[in-house]
């Protein structure tokens, strides 16, 4: 059984921040959080973060405002969005991938930023 829970989404203002969380847990199989994305209305899904073993990828549209960390503990990774915009509003999804090679996500969480 795997689990990935996305959570920490909500309404703020323009320059406001947010901390979304992402753990992920499996019985079975190895699983890790590999990275965030998000899909605005009326657009395709898009890359937000992305970690790796060279570093952690941010788009450019959010670097300098979004940062990844983990607990390795809790096997959570977290977004810290900062200096949010409206362009930031859309539904927020955690990728995770198992032992496999397998993909696994979220239910996603809304995040909206109003003027």
């Known amino acids: 059984q795997v689990q990935v829970v996305a959570s920490g989404g909500g309404e703020v203002q323009t320059g406001g921040s947010l901390r979304l969380s992402c753990a992920a847990s499996?019985?079975?199989?190895?699983?890790?959080?590999r990275g965030w994305y998000r899909q605005a209305p009326g657009k395709q899904r898009e890359l937000v973060a992305v970690?790796?073993?060279?570093?952690?990828k941010y788009a450019d549209s959010v670097k300098g405002r979004f940062t990844i960390s983990r607990d390795v503990a809790k096997n959570t990774v977290y977004l810290q969005m900062s200096t949010l915009k409206p362009e930031d509003t859309a539904v927020y999804y955690c990728?995770?991938?198992?032992?496999?090679?397998?993909?696994?996500w979220g239910q996603g969480t809304q995040v909206t930023v109003s003027s």
């Open positions: 499996g019985t079975v199989l190895s699983i890790s959080v």
């Open positions: 970690r790796t073993s060279g570093g952690t």
């Open positions: 990728a995770a991938v198992d032992a496999l090679g397998r993909d696994y």
